[in-house]
């Protein structure tokens, strides 16, 4: 056998024409397929990066800056120790009357009524949240090195008062 | 290169490999679709043709490897064997070369063909098949030895 003859053989083999129709029409259709695929993948993707989003959002909302104020009656809030000071008061020097922050070694002299409502997050800390309708102040009890705080915001926004708080805590 | 392109160019070059490698035109037939479709599946963007060729070339014996060490294609029992139906006519080359290398094993029929009827180098065919010069060089020499023999018989038989 010479190569010539090999050659000769081989060169009376040929792929058919429909052979190469349907190889080209499926071709054709995987690309399209693929396409839709990699659309696919890239909606799946953005889908997990919203969703990761949200969750983070939510997990931050209820891990760092969860909010709930309760409201109470005058009698309830003053069935604890407010209005006999028998720890260390510290008002914000800037807004001497609206914001005071007592401390506490213990935690009987901070109103029943704070710790009965759900806690609040603020920077990550347990927080529990009043609101006196009468006397229109804010209080909050927290526990922070094995003291208890309880602060008052007279006359102040909701807003102003869980800012106060959240430098309260940042220092 | 469009895909129709591609199919039409190197369409011979792929079948005839598959054929002689699968020595069936029906298993050729698959394995033809398998390869382009591989193409199409790679994403694959090869403005040189030689390299393109190669590409082909390697993907066409892997998926006759594949095809033939398949579990399910050891398994299968052609239905004829069982039933009263006749065997599909495919054409076949139907020469004494096509039926010597029906006898020759898989390894010595590619470099055989890509020595011969593609015209690569011994290098090039080693680059293409993954092996050494000297590995390419003895295969050839031992596959050329062996299809002689099987002519020869042929020939006296």
Redesign the interface.
């Given at each position: 056998?010479t190569?010539t003859?090999?050659?000769k053989?081989?060169e009376?083999?040929?792929?058919s024409e429909e052979?190469?129709k349907?190889?080209?029409q499926?071709?054709?259709k995987?690309?399209i397929t693929?396409r839709h695929v990699s659309r696919l993948r890239y909606i799946s993707i953005a889908a997990c990066a919203c969703l990761f989003v949200f969750w983070g959002g939510y997990y931050y909302h209820a891990q760092y800056s969860r909010i709930y104020i309760k409201q109470v009656s005058s009698l309830e809030i003053s069935s604890g120790s407010i209005g006999v000071q028998t720890g260390k008061v510290d008002s914000d020097t800037g807004k001497k009357d609206i914001f005071i922050t007592e401390t506490y070694q213990n935690r009987e002299f901070i109103p029943e009524a704070l710790w009965d409502t759900n806690p609040s997050m603020i920077r990550g800390r347990k927080v529990y949240l009043c609101f006196e309708e009468e006397t229109q102040t804010y209080y909050a009890a927290a526990k922070q090195n094995g003291k208890y705080l309880l602060f008052q915001g007279r006359n102040t926004k909701e807003s102003e008062f869980v800012q106060y708080l959240k430098s309260c805590f940042t220092e | 290169m469009t895909?129709?392109e591609v199919?039409?160019k190197f369409?011979?070059t792929?079948?005839?490999i598959a054929?002689?490698r699968m020595k069936h035109p029906g298993d050729a037939?698959d394995v033809?679709?398998e390869v382009?479709?591989r193409?199409?599946?790679s994403?694959k963007q090869i403005r040189d043709e030689e390299h393109l060729k190669a590409w082909l070339i390697r993907v066409t014996i892997n998926c006759c490897n594949s095809a033939q060490s398949n579990w399910w294609r050891k398994k299968v029992v052609p239905l004829m064997e069982y039933t009263d139906l006749k065997e599909p006519v495919y054409e076949e080359?139907g020469?004494e070369?096509?039926e010597?290398l029906k006898k020759l094993p898989q390894k010595d029929i590619d470099v055989?063909?890509l020595f011969?009827?593609e015209g690569y180098s011994i290098k090039e065919i080693s680059r293409i098949l993954h092996g050494t010069e000297t590995a390419i060089k003895t295969r050839l020499f031992r596959a050329r030895k062996r299809?002689?023999t099987i002519?020869e018989e042929g020939k006296e038989g």
């Open positions: 056998m190569a003859d090999y050659r053989a081989m009376g083999i040929h792929a052979l190469k349907a190889t080209i499926k071709m054709q995987q690309k693929k | 895909e129709e199919v039409q369409a011979d792929v079948y005839r054929l002689i037939d033809f679709q382009f479709l193409y199409v599946q994403g080359p020469n070369i096509w010597a055989i063909h011969y009827f299809l002689q002519l």
